[in-house]
């Protein structure tokens, strides 16, 4: 059974800085794409930042480029997202997911498995 289980939320004021964590077990975290996405309240789920199996090729949300920076540790089967210059409106709850391939994608029905969230809240 595939578990994934994010850390690492909370407020922080506006230009500041979090690093969340996502732990995968139930299967070989090192075979398959992973992703962040967040949804707001009242808003869809939407597309975060992406990285495939080896972690050579990410792919990043216009609204997070060069802010976040997605990573993970193989040898931990942890996912990361270094979120720098945080605004208000990356206010949100993030999941951790799991894609059943290899390669990013960026369509949340295309990703499997799902952790339970982490609440980040940025305030102005």
């Known amino acids: 059974q595939v578990q994934l289980v994010e850390s690492g939320g909370g407020l922080v004021q506006a230009g500041g800085s979090l690093r969340l964590s996502c732990v995968s077990s139930?299967?070989?975290?090192?075979?398959?794409?992973m992703a962040w996405f967040r949804q707001a309240p009242g808003k869809e789920r939407e597309f975060v930042a992406a990285i495939n199996w080896n972690g050579y090729s990410t792919s990043y949300a216009d609204s997070v480029e060069g802010r976040f920076t997605i990573s993970r540790d193989n040898a931990k089967n942890t996912l990361y997202l270094q979120m720098n210059s945080l605004k208000p409106e990356d206010t949100a709850v993030y999941y951790c997911s799991s894609r059943s391939y290899f390669r990013i994608a960026t369509i949340p029905s295309d990703y499997a498995y799902w952790g339970p969230g982490t609440q980040v809240t940025v305030s102005s």
């Open positions: 139930g299967r070989t975290f090192s075979s398959y794409a």
